[in-house]
């Protein structure tokens, strides 16, 4: 059976991270989406727990898809849930640089165990990000071509919340 991790901030899910779990998920036995905690991001949107309880709702009846958090390395994870392989999306050239080095990283700390699968998300996915949908957001204007409905909800009740702050 090959188990992958697909770890990221996932502040929050968007429609271009569901393109890559949905072709993840038709490659491997099974996917564990992983929600990493990082002290070093401290102006997120949601908070780890709303994040999972969102990607929760969206996968639950995928019994080859897990959700979990940790605020360990990818790779410790990795190990932990005997994955074979780290997946990463890749949008553009610009995320290129950066996830060559991660995945060098993450061969070298691992010794050599854990390797990374970079996935392309389809075309009409690719320009979106979590940041930009959050903007899009702030602006007012309809995310709901990026995101899931559960999760534009939950961003406009957490608009409502936080209004001001913006
Ligand atoms: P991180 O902070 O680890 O980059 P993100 O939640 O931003 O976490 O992204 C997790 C992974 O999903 C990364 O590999 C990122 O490049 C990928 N990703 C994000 N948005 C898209 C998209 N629209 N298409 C393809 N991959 C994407």
Not at 2 to 29: C, E, W
Request: net charge neutral; proline share 2%; aromatic share 10%.
């Amino acid at each position: 059976m090959t188990k992958v991790l697909y770890p990221g901030s996932f502040d929050p899910l968007t429609r271009g991270h569901m393109n890559i779990i949905d072709q993840a998920s038709d490659l491997f036995d099974e996917v564990v989406i992983a929600v990493l905690k990082n002290p070093y991001k401290k102006d997120s949107l949601f908070t780890v727990e709303e994040r999972i309880q969102m990607i929760n709702e969206l996968y639950s009846r995928m019994n080859n898809i897990k959700v979990i958090s940790s605020s360990s390395a990818a790779i410790d994870v990795a190990l932990l849930y005997e994955c074979k392989a780290i997946i990463r999306g890749l949008r553009s050239l610009s995320d290129y640089d950066y996830e060559v080095q991660l995945q060098q990283i993450n061969k070298d700390m691992s010794d050599n165990k854990i390797n990374t699968i970079c996935l392309f998300a389809d075309k009409e996915y690719q320009f979106i990000s979590s940041s930009m949908v959050k903007e899009v957001m702030r602006l007012g204007k309809d995310i709901s071509k990026y995101v899931d409905p559960i999760v534009e909800k939950s961003m406009i009740l957490k608009k409502r919340d936080i209004y001001g702050r913006f």
